[in-house]
């Protein structure tokens, strides 16, 4: 006689704060379909996380834990970003608990990669594994410039992160609705 336990799968991935009151930006992929959201922050303390919003077409996910006074990440400006500009990825790759990787802006305004609908990526060589996910790029000042979302997979020295400046674009709507509306004009050009 067997019996049979109901499966769960559990995920890890990165996040980062981006305001005192606890709001956390993240990738769609790390927390969209989740029934429990867990953030352990850097001192050890762990907290129920709310899913306030994601957007699965550009992959950014704000979500958002009880509590004040948070330490948090300045945003940055990643238009300003200049190509061979030095870089830091910070993360929990593999469950190693902040991790830190630096490398160099290898291309700006990546698209057609296959991650997502709307794509502007930033490609950098900083090294961005398995549970780096919706951990923070930052520029050499400590600022945001890049939320970190994927690694290709034949080369792990090429990785993709959506621009600061597209996640601020989509904030107020994933804050107020909890998703983003977009409009769309029925035009096709030949």
């Known amino acids: 006689r067997r019996y049979s336990r109901p499966f769960k799968e559990k995920g890890q991935g990165s996040g980062f704060l981006i305001s005192r009151d606890g709001y956390i930006l993240t990738n769609n992929h790390v927390v969209g379909d989740a029934d429990k959201i867990t953030v352990k922050i850097h001192d050890g303390r762990e907290f129920e996380a709310k899913r306030i919003g994601t957007d699965p077409e550009s992959e950014v996910a704000l979500i958002k834990i009880k509590g004040d006074n948070f330490p948090y990440l300045p945003e940055g400006d990643s238009a300003a970003l200049q190509i061979g500009e030095v870089v830091v990825a910070i993360g929990n790759p ?39 996910s919706g951990g923070p790029l930052l520029n050499l000042r400590g600022e945001v410039i890049g939320i970190n979302t994927a690694m290709n997979p034949r080369a792990n020295t090429i990785g993709f992160t959506v621009p600061i400046n597209m996640a601020k674009q989509i904030l107020p709507q994933l804050r107020a609705e909890g998703h983003v509306t977009r409009g769309w004009l029925g035009v096709v050009i030949q």
């Open 94 to 132: 593999f469950g190693l608990n902040a991790t830190v990787t630096f490398g160099h802006v290898s291309a700006k305004g990546r698209d057609r990669v296959g991650i997502a609908n709307y794509e502007n990526f930033i490609q950098t060589d900083a090294s961005i594994n398995p549970g780096n």
